[in-house]
């Protein structure tokens, strides 16, 4: 599940009027709280870290980190092991997504020693036109049926964004 928090509190603009959003650890934090606060009214002595793992979804920004890896000064051969990294496929034939690329990178121990973390990389994103691009994923630690899993999907669209141009 990927929660689009929109809040005062993560909305960022820039002078053309374009509305960005960005998930940040007060995110994390706030949707903690106000998960605590229903588990809480709902009677129940669990708490949020005790079912939900919260945290930073990075998944959007893994195209531009790579790209920006790829782009560095880094060796030859790192570069090599990124492009083989991310040139694999499943047992099904189809090319592993950008995130199994990233944590296979982690274990091979190229991210935090080679390369930047996702994290260091978003929170030092430069870019003339755009913000990172990040949100909130919370994903229940014990068994979930797929109807529990798509009703917390439904999250996402009671939250809507325009620009209004006036």
Request: aromatic letters at 10%; one cysteine or more; glycine letters at 6%.
């Amino acid at each position: 599940m990927k929660f689009r928090l929109q809040s005062l509190n993560d909305v960022v603009t820039n002078s053309s009027m374009e509305v960005y959003q960005e998930a940040t650890g007060y995110t994390v934090s706030a949707v903690k709280d106000i998960i605590d606060v229903i588990l809480k009214i709902g009677g129940s002595d669990k708490s949020c870290d005790d079912l939900f793992t919260v945290s930073i979804d990075y998944s959007d920004m893994l195209e531009d980190y790579f790209e920006s890896c790829l782009d560095s000064d880094i060796d030859e051969e790192y570069k090599g092991m990124i492009e083989e990294v991310r040139g694999r496929k499943d047992k099904d034939g189809h090319y592993i997504s950008d995130s199994e690329a990233y944590q296979e990178l982690v274990n091979m121990g190229l991210v935090g020693d080679v390369l930047s973390t996702i994290e260091e990389y978003t929170n030092n994103f430069d870019s003339d036109w755009r913000y990172p691009t990040t949100q909130v994923s919370i994903i229940p630690k014990g068994e979930a049926k797929g109807s529990d899993i798509a009703i917390l999907d439904k999250i996402n669209d009671l939250f809507n964004v325009e620009a209004c141009y006036n």
